[in-house]
């Protein structure tokens, strides 16, 4: 027989496990409610209003395999009136890298090609900006400021695609093309996955559309642009394949002679599945990856937040310049204009000087900003402005 204290006693633990479940139902909830919003982001938020004469069409037209998929994009083309050569520039491969999109877009929205072709591809793997990275505690969002209205409204998205499209991930990727051997979470690192494979899963199919643009285009340059950590020894850098590798070595010391110094990588042969090896081998472009200093990215930083994202400050990161850790010069800031203006002038750079290498494949891109002019008027001011 049960006495009164075991009835009570079972009636405190029914009214414990209800409250806990309610409050797990909450937690699911709320942490639902937020990550559906980096899904479907508010009116605004990664619009893009590109430089009249570029015709949109979706990277679906290069490989139909991906029509009607979360991996579909848009892609921007502009024709100028003289022929000339193609020029490919992919902003978004890792979406948590926001100088590297921010520089795609200014390109976009500045951009008038007089000689050849320009093709701006701002948001390459859309999947990537659908969430954020788990742990990291990195803003959603972050904010562009302009002089008038509310300034320009981008997700800060995670280095692979949404886990829901690309789900589950093995324990080891094994790199279809080379037999290399990866953390399983590389898989959905559209950066491992080239040149991809049209049956394969669903960020290999995307690297197999980007590599049909570049050889249905006749690309002659192709850009992937990133961000790395300022204690990661490859930042301030081109990557540059090498049969890009003269190009790279010019337009390298023309930006040392501007007051932009960086730091010029062979793309090692056997590191498979990177944009700046596989578009090389697999197709006739010149292949060419560039990284700028995040400290939003990096393992010394304390608090992450939109500020981090914008001004680069933080006090660990000052500490480690001066204990001599860093890649980069720190004094304090590693604002997303230098950052932005950095990636803007090194691909001006490379269009201007492409004629050297490639005679009748010159491209003519007029509207661009130089670097100081980007530094001195700070980005928002080359980002069409948004009402309200
Ligand atoms: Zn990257």
Redesign the pocket.
């Known amino acids: 027989m049960k006495s009164n204290q075991d009835i009570s006693q079972g009636k405190g633990t029914v009214l414990t496990a209800i409250i806990v479940l309610f409050a797990a139902l909450l937690v699911v909830y709320l942490s639902g409610r937020s990550y559906r919003s980096m899904l479907n982001p508010p009116a605004g938020v990664d619009m893009v209003k590109p430089q009249a004469g570029f015709k949109q069409k979706m990277l679906s037209d290069y490989f139909e395999g991906i029509k009607d998929t979360p991996a579909d994009t848009p892609v921007y083309v502009q024709e100028g009136k003289e022929k000339g050569g193609t020029v490919l520039l992919l902003g978004g ?2 979406a948590n ?1 926001p100088a ?1 999109m921010v520089a795609g877009v200014v390109v976009l929205e500045n951009a008038r090609v007089e000689k050849g072709r320009l093709i701006v591809i701002p948001f390459n793997n859309p999947m990537g900006r659908e969430h954020t990275t788990a742990q990291e505690g990195h803003p959603k969002t972050f904010t562009i400021a302009q002089k008038k209205g509310k300034g320009r409204v981008f997700r800060y998205g995670s ?1 692979g695609s949404n886990p829901i499209h690309e789900w589950p991930n093995p324990d080891i990727y094994v790199h279809p093309a080379s037999g290399q051997k990866l953390a399983g979470s590389e898989r959905s690192n559209l ?1 491992r996955c080239y040149p991809g494979r049209p049956d394969g899963h669903i960020t290999e199919k995307l690297a197999y559309a980007i590599i049909q643009l570049i050889k249905k285009e006749k690309v002659d340059l192709a850009f992937d642009l ?3 950590s300022p204690e990661y020894p490859v930042v301030n850098a081109i990557v540059a394949h090498e049969r890009a590798m003269e190009l790279a070595a010019m337009v390298m010391m023309e930006l040392e002679a501007s007051g932009v110094p960086m730091r010029l990588e062979p793309s090692p042969a056997r590191l498979r599945g990177l944009s700046h090896r596989e578009w090389g081998d697999s197709t006739e472009t010149l292949a060419i990856l560039m990284e700028t200093a995040n400290p939003s990215q990096g393992r010394f930083r304390g608090k992450t937040d939109e500020r981090l994202v914008l001004t680069g400050e933080d006090k660990a990161y000052k500490k480690a310049a001066a204990l001599g850790h860093l890649y980069i010069p720190y004094k304090g800031s590693q604002t997303i204009d230098l950052r932005v203006a950095r990636h803007v002038f090194a691909v001006k750079t490379f269009m201007e000087m492409l004629e050297f290498v490639k005679p009748d494949k010159g491209v003519i891109v007029q509207g661009l900003p130089d670097f100081q002019e980007m530094l001195d008027r700070k980005t928002g001011a080359f980002l069409a402005g948004v009402e309200g």
Do not use: F, I, P, V
């Open positions: 491969t890792h890298e590297a280095r950066n990133h961000e790395a």
